[in-house]
């Protein structure tokens, strides 16, 4: 399986290819919220997102700190019109993941979301390259 990963915010991931497009199964898109610290119209492009999920072939990623994030990314779903979206606990240490996926799960289910660990960070915490 061929996967591509993209902040969905550059410029460059606006229109995919045709021809990469054919030959990727999944984009992985991930976009920043406000939680990132980034100034928002550096860190969310509607239109890159809009490209991406044209595609047929994107799912949707998001680093989440508490339920308040989950507005935010409801705003993002509804104006890009995005179908596969999945929340991720931001943590850097195993107790930190598991208590925010807790503080997470029932919104995200009943907003008909995935809800994922960030299986490396409960494996080998904030250790890099692994």
């Not at 550096?42 to 809009?50: C, F, H, T």
């Not at 595609?55 to 104006?79: N, Q, R, S, Y």
Request: net charge negative; with cysteine.
């Amino acid at each position: 399986m061929s996967e591509i990963e993209s902040n969905g915010a550059e410029p460059r991931d606006a229109v995919p290819d045709p021809e990469l497009v054919e030959r990727v199964d999944q984009f992985n898109v991930s976009p920043k919220l406000a939680n990132a610290g980034i100034e928002r119209d550096r860190r969310y492009k509607p239109d890159v997102l809009l490209r991406f999920e044209g595609t047929g072939k994107a799912a949707f990623k998001f680093v989440a700190c508490a339920p308040d994030d989950l507005d935010e990314i409801a705003a993002i779903v509804d104006e890009c019109s995005l179908s596969d979206v999945w929340v991720m606990p931001e943590g850097t240490d195993a107790a930190t993941i598991v208590a925010r996926m807790q503080g997470l799960a029932d919104d995200v289910v009943k907003r008909g979301w995935h809800l994922s660990p960030r299986l490396h960070i409960l494996l080998w915490g904030d250790e890099r390259g692994r």
